[in-house]
T-cell receptor, first 114, second 113 residues
């Protein structure tokens, strides 16, 4: 089944403790993105990647890092999480071959930083 | 910059009622437009899309027409069902990019029997 898989689904952590949210897709998509979803703000793009070793900042990159060493994986790294990063995070992927690049989204990771 | 504005919710309708969720956009060039749906506890799923002016996207009884003159992409359905209860997001893909999307804030729809 074609899908984007994120782990974990739920995570509670403490301020300053480094964490990684993994994202993997099995569709051989070139493009991958991370979004955060907050009430009243919709989805905001954190980082995106056009292909392996090619990443760029989205609208809200502060406090986050990403890497794209393999085509299928795009982990999101929070080096020193803070409470304002408490949010629902989505990974998404797409490909030029899918016709105007509609995204396939993962199921989300709900992160709480205390 | 490019942006999307959609009507605020929540929206509550009775089963078989007519649905309209308004969406307007601001963009340079000719963006592609999308509606996504998010069911409880799940990620967003593509509902329909339109890639040029006057295109009509449709899926599962939902429709939306790309209106360049009014910069709108309103979502409609003639007869909603309880299973349509979800959050709906309007989105814009920036012209000539593969990866720059802008989402509206989402509209929560609840359909009651």
């Amino acid at each position: 089944e074609a899908q984007v898989t994120q782990n974990p689904r739920y995570l509670i952590t403490v301020t300053g403790k480094k964490l990684t949210v993994t994202c993997s897709q099995n569709m051989n998509h070139e493009y991958m993105s991370w979004y955060r979803q907050d009430p009243g703000l919709g989805l905001r793009q954190i980082y995106y990647s056009m292909n392996v070793e090619v990443t760029d900042k989205g609208d809200v990159p502060e406090g986050y890092k990403v890497s794209r060493k393999e085509k299928r994986n795009f982990p999101l790294i929070l080096e020193s999480p803070s409470p304002n990063q408490t949010s629902l995070y989505f990974c998404a992927s797409s490909s030029p071959g899918t016709g105007h690049y509609g995204y396939t989204f993962g199921s989300g990771t709900r992160l709480t930083v205390v | 910059g490019d942006s999307v504005t959609q009507m605020e919710g929540p929206v509550t309708l009775s089963e078989e009622a007519f649905l309209t969720i308004n969406c307007t956009y601001t963009a340079t060039g000719y963006p592609s437009l999308f509606w996504y749906v998010q069911y409880p506890g799940e990620g967003l799923q593509l509902l329909l899309k339109a890639t040029k002016a006057d295109d009509k996207g449709s899926n599962k009884g939902f429709e939306a027409t790309y209106r360049k003159e009014t910069t709108s992409f309103h979502l409609e359905k003639g007869s909603v069902q309880v299973s349509d209860s979800a959050v709906y997001f309007c989105a814009l893909q920036k012209a000539n990019t593969g990866n720059q999307f802008y989402f509206g804030t989402g509209t929560s729809l609840t359909v009651i029997p």
